[in-house]
């Protein structure tokens, strides 16, 4: 069966690649992309930012291009229409694999709203070089802190971050619902193989980052958390995050995942 990961693979990671979904994020993308480009020089040679423009209606997308225009490895992806956040990190992993899909190349994806601070990619490489093969930008780790972030938004993370312990209890993992991760490009790979273009992703909305965690765990790769801060005073633009779709989407990802573990078990047994 194909989507098998290799674990024994060479550690080291020689290329990143930042994905940055983005949808009418023009008070942020310019700004957000020229630090996140001086951040990745400074920590490899070979760099790569691919922004996947949602649809936007502003000038996200043209920002992004002016940029491309001076810096060839930034780059829009852009989808004509919104097709939603899952669908987008779906976009924005094909993007980053097809020309590199090797263990040594790390794909980065965050908000492009800057509430999560590029320069945590250099402790993600460092985790990853240390042999994790996905990294969680984490709320919840010392270290970590949080700025500005409205109370109804902590509960719903406190109380998810307690669910997902209870119901699936992933080792290592503290953050299901952050989206600032790192993955070696090998796991996304093995996980596209593994569940097909259609099947890693299916949730269009913000549960879609639950569900991907969900879905790779179970290629049994070594998850590793590091800390970052939060920056959610800086946003700049109101939340796109539809609150009770995604509270009712994540309760599914949990209930679809504990019945595909259960049926496992069983066909183990
Ligand atoms: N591609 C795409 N990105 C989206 C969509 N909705 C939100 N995003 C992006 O997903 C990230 C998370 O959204 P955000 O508003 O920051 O949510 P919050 O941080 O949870 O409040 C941001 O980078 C958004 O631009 C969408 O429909 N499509
Ligand atoms: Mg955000």
């Given at each position: 069966?194909?989507?098998?990961?290799?674990?024994?693979?060479?550690?080291?990671?020689?290329?990143?690649?930042?994905?940055?979904?983005?949808?009418?994020?023009?008070?942020?993308?310019?700004?957000l992309v020229n630090r996140?480009?001086?951040?990745?020089?400074?920590?490899?040679?070979?760099?790569?930012?691919?922004?996947?423009?949602?649809?936007?209606?502003?000038?996200?997308?043209?920002?992004?291009?002016?940029?491309?225009?001076?810096?060839?490895?930034?780059?829009?992806?852009?989808?004509?229409?919104?097709?939603?956040?899952?669908?987008?990190?779906?976009?924005?992993?094909?993007?980053?694999?097809?020309?590199?899909?090797?263990?040594?190349?790390?794909?980065?994806?965050?908000?492009?709203?800057?509430?999560?601070?590029?320069?945590?990619?250099?402790?993600?490489?460092?985790?990853?070089?240390?042999?994790?093969?996905?990294?969680?930008?984490?709320?919840?780790?010392?270290?970590?802190?949080?700025?500005?972030?409205?109370?109804?938004?902590?509960?719903?993370?406190?109380?998810?971050?307690?669910?997902?312990?209870?119901?699936?209890?992933?080792?290592?993992?503290?953050?299901?619902?952050?989206?600032?991760?790192?993955?070696?490009?090998?796991?996304?790979?093995?996980?596209?193989?593994?569940?097909?273009?259609?099947?890693?992703?299916?949730?269009?909305?913000?549960?879609?980052?639950?569900?991907?965690?969900?879905?790779?765990?179970?290629?049994?790769?070594?998850?590793?958390?590091?800390?970052?801060?939060?920056?959610?005073?800086?946003?700049?633009?109101?939340?796109?995050?539809?609150?009770?779709?995604?509270?009712m989407e994540t309760l599914?990802?949990?209930?679809?995942?504990?019945?595909?573990?259960?049926?496992?078990?069983?066909n183990d047994e």
């Amino acid at each position: 069966m194909g989507g098998e990961l290799n674990n024994q693979q060479d550690k080291h990671i020689e290329s990143v690649t930042l994905v940055l979904p983005a949808y009418n994020e023009s008070a942020a993308i310019g700004k957000l992309v020229n630090r996140a480009a001086g951040v990745l020089g400074g920590l490899r040679p070979e760099w790569h930012i691919i922004v996947v423009d949602d649809g936007s209606a502003d000038d996200t997308a043209a920002q992004v291009e002016a940029i491309a225009a001076r810096e060839p490895r930034v780059r829009a992806v852009k989808h004509g229409v919104n097709k939603g956040l899952g669908t987008a990190l779906v976009t924005g992993m094909m993007s980053a694999i097809e020309t590199d899909p090797s263990a040594q190349h790390l794909v980065v994806f965050m908000d492009a709203d800057l509430t999560h601070p590029p320069e945590t990619i250099a402790e993600m490489i460092k985790a990853a070089e240390d042999g994790a093969d996905l990294v969680i930008a984490s709320r919840f780790q010392p270290g970590s802190e949080q700025h500005g972030v409205p109370p109804f938004r902590m509960l719903m993370s406190w109380g998810a971050r307690h669910m997902f312990r209870q119901l699936l209890r992933l080792p290592g993992v503290h953050d299901y619902t952050c989206g600032f991760r790192g993955f070696r490009a090998s796991l996304i790979e093995a996980g596209l193989e593994r569940f097909g273009k259609h099947g890693l992703v299916t949730r269009k909305g913000f549960a879609c980052t639950d569900e991907l965690l969900v879905h790779l765990s179970m290629l049994g790769p070594k998850i590793q958390e590091v800390p970052f801060i939060l920056r959610y005073d800086l946003k700049p633009s109101p939340s796109k995050m539809k609150l009770g779709a995604t509270i009712m989407e994540t309760l599914k990802v949990m209930m679809e995942h504990r019945r595909r573990l259960r049926e496992a078990k069983k066909n183990d047994e």
